[in-house]
């Protein structure tokens, strides 16, 4: 496990809990990092070397923030035997594709993973092992994909927990960036555009609203840059419905605002009983 914040000492538990007697083995680059995770029993063991924390793995799992992966695959690449898979949680894919088949040598099979899980908290300290029970996971693949491995991934998650569903990176990034990232852009903008005099009164609903603006900078940077094309064009598309609520606000055209309001509490109406009826959520 290459990095154990939230999600990788999350994983790390949930590992010892659904897959008993495998051993989990943890890479930490910072003392009170190591500390923390030795003291809370996250992994088996836990080294600061790099290459000593996966030599002779089956599986390698990076969760770390996006733009150290291809730094990461360097670095393992020379310790990693044949038949290794390596994997990750990342929240973009087809930029990860292109530097593990750059990087990972021939034998060494990766696979894309993005668990729908997580929360804004951050730290190995807010790990749990039910963390991916009951979430989605989606298994991303390439032309050259070995399929042995694939399977392997996609049972794994399945003993976790998730529900794995597959795509394709570009399809991956494309999804995402419209229903994960711009909603965090758009929360970071809410926040930026209030003065904090007027928050103080704030109520749930802004609370709610804006929750997701609290999660970790480098990581929500990390992850907006490496889908810049797919949430440049979703923040676009929330520019377009913002100017046109912007414009019949200005006009007071009462039908107008509530068209668009409607449109947007009938269409979220759906999804809403989608996701229970999917049981992704509970009413």
């Known amino acids: 496990m290459i990095g154990l914040g939230l999600l990788g000492g999350s994983l790390s538990l949930a ?8 051993k989990r083995v943890g890479y930490a680059h ?3 990092t190591k500390a923390k995770a030795s003291e809370l029993a996250v992994a088996d063991e836990i080294f600061d070397d790099l290459k000593k924390s996966v030599a002779g793995s089956d599986m390698v799992f990076l969760a770390t923030p996006i733009f150290t992966f291809e730094e990461m695959f360097v670095g393992i690449a020379g310790a990693l035997e044949p038949g290794c898979i390596v994997t990750d949680v990342g929240s973009t894919k087809a930029m990860v594709h292109r530097w593990a088949k750059k990087r990972l040598p021939k034998g060494v099979h990766y696979v894309g993973s993005h668990p729908i899980a997580g929360s804004e908290q951050r730290g190995v300290e807010f790990s749990r092992d039910d963390l991916f029970e009951g979430a989605i996971c989606i298994v991303t693949t390439d032309r050259g994909t070995d399929a042995g491995a694939v399977e392997t991934v996609k049972e794994f998650w399945s003993r ?3 529900f794995v569903q597959m795509m394709k990176p570009a399809e991956h990034d494309r999804i995402f960036g419209h229903v994960s990232h711009v909603p965090h852009a758009t929360a970071a903008a809410l926040m930026n555009a209030s003065d904090f005099k007027e928050l103080k009164f704030a109520g749930r609903g802004f609370i709610d609203t804006s929750r997701i603006a609290s999660g970790p900078a480098n990581i929500w940077s990390d992850i907006l840059l ?5 949430v440049a064009r979703g923040i676009d598309g929330v520019i377009r419905e913002l100017s046109k609520l912007k414009k019949a606000i200005e006009a007071g055209d009462e039908e107008g605002v509530r068209k668009l ?3 947007a509490r009938s269409k979220r ?3 809403i009983e989608y996701k229970i009826r999917k049981k992704e959520i509970i009413p």
């Open 15 to 22: 590992v010892s809990r659904s897959f008993p007697g495998v």
């Open 30 to 32: 910072r003392a009170s």
């Open 160 to 162: 976790l927990g998730c």
């Open 226 to 230: 490496s889908n810049a094309r797919n």
């Open 261 to 263: 309001l409607d449109a």
């Open 269 to 271: 109406n759906v999804l």
